[in-house]
């Protein structure tokens, strides 16, 4: 049976949840498996809803939607709270610390630090995305450290290359 993961990516605008999704897109088209991306975001961008949805297949994609994800990350309060519904049950439910309590729900649930540990360790909340996206390769195992890896070298300028590299590795050693 081909192996098939639908993800929702949730925060506000301004916290990288569209980057998020596609650097994973490129690291599962780097390894050669079929990916769709699709994001969405309010009419102001920054500071409103955004939302990055990630279909990863060993199989074609028929529809560039998802319906029912598999994975559910979490970024802020209202995307928790708007995109719950989307998560299957016994999926897989990532969501940053600073959401505060999270509802009793029928997925593993991995509530993680990201916000505040990229302030702590690298002085700006901006990392938390990646600090995320190294929890979800950790956990899900959809692709491989160093497909995620190479996405983050071409997607990114030498100015901050390091610090978003570091950033990805902080984050799978929160789990």
Known sequence: MPKRIEMVIGGHGGQG????????????ALEGKNVVQTQSYGAEARGSLAKSEVIISDSRIGFPAVRKCDVLVAMNRE???RYLPLLRDNGILIVDSSIGKIPKVEAKTYNVPAVET??????ESLFANMIILGTLIKI???VSVESME???KESFSEKT???????????SQLI
């Open 79 to 81: 995307s928790l709270d």
């Open 118 to 123: 990229a302030k702590k360790a690298f002085g």
């Open 161 to 171: 290359l390091e610090t978003n590299l570091n950033a990805f590795r902080k984050g």
């Open 17 to 28: 949840v569209i980057l998020a999704g596609q650097i994973l897109g490129k690291a599962a």
């Open 150 to 152: 190479r996405s983050i």
């Open 140 to 142: 899900t195992r959809i």
